[in-house]
Every structure is written in structure tokens, then in C-alpha cells.
């Protein structure tokens, strides 16, 4: 913020809010979404229609009551995608399937292994992460351990599928610290000044880091549900993962149940103080004119829906949650939306798992 001559505030983001005003007014931005939502927001984003081809599996392992596969497969461009595939040892039967999707969080170095115990284990990065925004575990394999098949995987820029340390960006200075940053470390903060060179490309080759990202998690689900050992698949996420697990769930009509954590809001109530926070993939290119995030996130309605909403979440407003909420409600009027509002910062916390994991089970089963 910064003041004028004569002491009067001047926000900077009141420019946006201005300019928000006349964009409304001139090209209708954010209008009553139509039933055809889904398949123009899928051209709008340019989801690209990507398949898991030449799936291999890597290694087997077995960890206490749990089995898991590692596989890779290629998506046609960019290193091998690489999976974990958990699920119970001694399991018989087609399992329920969950496509576990990770978070963002500013850490691209690791991208399923966020979410998801191979039997190596966690990074100490990870291990800080999950203590600050997961609960202290791995979701994935909890939520495997309850009787799902849970495909956890990486995605463009993320893990297996990221850009080499040097690729168009330099690292940002280091700040005096009590440790030296590790491999990671570094590789996160050259990451983050980079995702911006990743979104441009995507958008000069007509699509968008949303409609990539959501073409490699369309593909995962298409395999997962390919498996003679699963039946009904759904997806869950938290963050950058809930946003994927939104664009799945619009995207996919074989998508059972969808889970999406701590984030969702109106475009609307973020002006000003929220958008910068927020990764490109939340920005995809000509959805204002179609509609607001939360018609997009209730686009596959009345198909089941549970959004978790953490009511002190320091990246969305409240106000912005609420009118989310609304949104969606209106959308769904049969009861196969459930709302959850945690009196939690930005997380998805033990208890808000267990809701998720129990609903899934219902819905799944």
C-alpha cells in the first residue's frame, strides 16, 4: 500500500478492482453458467487429449499390510511419468479406485511422493511438509490401507516430470539460514521463477498449464480404471491437488466422487488480495467468460461432490469461500454435494482425511 500527497490510501490492487468492473461491463465476465459448461470450459483450457501409453511396472514391494507397484508410462512428450499404485496385500477382488492427486505447496522437486510412502519413505522435505499441511502422513497410503486402489503420479513439472535445474531460469539467492539449502531446496526456488515460462509456452501452443496438467491426470484415471483389479474410480486432492481433482471430476464423466480440499472460491471475492498467491493453473485463459471457479468446480453436478473449505485458509477469503458455496448448492439440489468447513489454516488435516475417506467409501462401494 502505499499513500498519496494528501495522506489518502491508495490500494494498488484497487487498479484490478477497477479494471474487474469494466470487464464485467464490456465482456461479460463471470455470467450464470450453462449446461454446456463442461465441454466449453475443455476447449476454453485446451485439455489436451493425452493417453498412458507403454505402462511398465518398475519394482514391487510389499510394506506391512499394504502392496505397491511403482510404474512409469509416457504421455508422448517429456521424461517417463512415474506412479505408485497401493493398495491392501492380501485384498481379493476389484477394488474401489482413488486417483490421489498432489498438492503444489512451492515444492515441484518431489511430486506423488508428497502424498504418497514408496519404500524408500519420505525427504526431510517432505517430512516438513506433511507435518505443516497434510496431518504429519501420507494420505495416499492411509487412504489404501481402508480398502482402495490409489494411483498416485506426477505431472508436468512436478517429480519424475520436471525441467532440468538450469531450464530458463537462475536459482534465487539464498538467505542465511541454520542449514545449506538441499538439492531440493534449490530446486523448488528455481521452480517457482519458472512456472511462469511453463505457462506461456503452454499458452502460445494454444492449450494451458491447467489444460496440460488436466490431459495427464485424465490419462491416469483412464489407466487406473483400466485394471481388472478396480472397479469405481474417484479422485481427492488438496490445493494445487484440489484444483485437479476439480478439472477431473468436470472433465471426466467416469469419475465417481470427487474431493476437493481447501481450494475453492469465487474469482470474484480474490481480486486484490488473494490472486497473486496462486498458481498459473488456477488462471486458465477464457473460463471468466464461461463462469466463476465454483461453476466450473459444480460443472459435474448431480454427480457426488465433497468440497472441504478450511475457514482460516490464508490464501482464500472467507467471503470468497462462502459465495462458493452458495454457488455450488445451487448447482446441486439432490444432496450429493457435501460441504465441510474446518476451522483449520490451509491443510488437509487428519480429521478432514477420515470425512474424505468415509464419504469415498460410501460413494465408491
Given at each position: 500500500m502505499s499513500a498519496d500527497p494528501a495522506g489518502a490510501a491508495d490500494p494498488a490492487g484497487s487498479v484490478f478492482a477497477e479494471l474487474a468492473g469494466i470487464a464485467q461491463a464490456q465482456l461479460g465476465t463471470y455470467p450464470q453458467a450453462g449446461p454446456g459448461l463442461r465441454v466449453a470450459a475443455r476447449d476454453a483450457l485446451g485439455v489436451l487429449d493425452?493417453?498412458?501409453?507403454?505402462?511398465?511396472?518398475?519394482?514391487t514391494w510389499a510394506d506391512g499390510e499394504l502392496a505397491g507397484e511403482e510404474l512409469s508410462w509416457s504421455v508422448g512428450f517429456g521424461p517417463r511419468t512415474r506412479a505408485f499404485l497401493l493398495r491392501p496385500r492380501d485384498a481379493a477382488g476389484p477394488l474401489p479406485g482413488v486417483v490421489a492427486l498432489h498438492c503444489h505447496a512451492g515444492m515441484k522437486w518431489a511430486g506423488k511422493e508428497k502424498i504418497a510412502d514408496g519404500p524408500e519413505g519420505p525427504s526431510p522435505e517432505v517430512r516438513r511438509l506433511r507435518e505443516a499441511i497434510y496431518g504429519g502422513r501420507a494420505f495416499?497410503?492411509?487412504?489404501?490401507?481402508?480398502?482402495?486402489?490409489?494411483?498416485?503420479?506426477?505431472?508436468?513439472?512436478?517429480?519424475?516430470?520436471?525441467?532440468?535445474l538450469d531450464t530458463g531460469?537462475?536459482?534465487?539467492?539464498?538467505?542465511?539460514?541454520?542449514?545449506?539449502?538441499?538439492?531440493?531446496?534449490?530446486?523448488?526456488?528455481?521452480?517457482?521463477?519458472?512456472?511462469?515460462?511453463?505457462?506461456?509456452?503452454?499458452?502460445?501452443?494454444?492449450?494451458?498449464?491447467?489444460?496440460?496438467?488436466?490431459?495427464e491426470d485424465l490419462a491416469a484415471a483412464a489407466y487406473l480404471r483400466s485394471r481388472p483389479d478396480v472397479g469405481p474410480v474417484g479422485c481427492a486432492g488438496l490445493s494445487g491437488g484440489g484444483l485437479r481433482a476439480a478439472l477431473l471430476g468436470a472433465f471426466d464423466e467416469e469419475i465417481r466422487a470427487v474431493v476437493v480440499a481447501a481450494m475453492v472460491s469465487s474469482y470474484l471475492d480474490m481480486i486484490d488480495a488473494h490472486v497473486a498467491k496462486h498458481t498459473w493453473m488456477l488462471y486458465p485463459p477464457g473460463l471468466p467468460r464461461l463462469g466463476d471457479w465454483p461453476d466450473l468446480v459444480a460443472a459435474r453436478a448431480p454427480q457426488p461432490l465433497m468440497v472441504q473449505y478450511a475457514m482460516r485458509d490464508e490464501l482464500f477469503p472467507a467471503s470468497g469461500m462462502r459465495r462458493a458455496h452458495a454457488m455450488i448448492s445451487e448447482r446441486y439440489r439432490d444432496g450429493a454435494y457435501e460441504a465441510v468447513f474446518a476451522d483449520v489454516p490451509h491443510s488437509f488435516d487428519v480429521p478432514m482425511q477420515e470425512r474424505a475417506f468415509d464419504w469415498l467409501a460410501r460413494h465408491l462401494q
Open positions: 493425452l493417453r498412458a501409453e507403454d505402462v511398465r511396472v518398475e519394482r495416499a497410503n492411509e487412504l489404501a490401507r481402508r480398502g482402495f486402489a490409489v494411483l498416485a503420479h506426477d505431472v508436468l513439472a512436478w517429480g519424475s516430470r520436471r525441467f532440468p531460469t537462475t536459482p534465487p539467492p539464498s538467505t542465511p539460514s541454520h542449514r545449506a539449502p538441499s538439492e531440493a531446496d534449490r530446486y523448488d526456488r528455481a521452480a517457482a521463477q519458472h512456472e511462469h515460462v511453463v505457462a506461456k509456452h503452454c499458452a502460445v501452443l494454444g492449450t494451458s498449464f491447467a489444460g496440460v496438467v488436466a490431459g
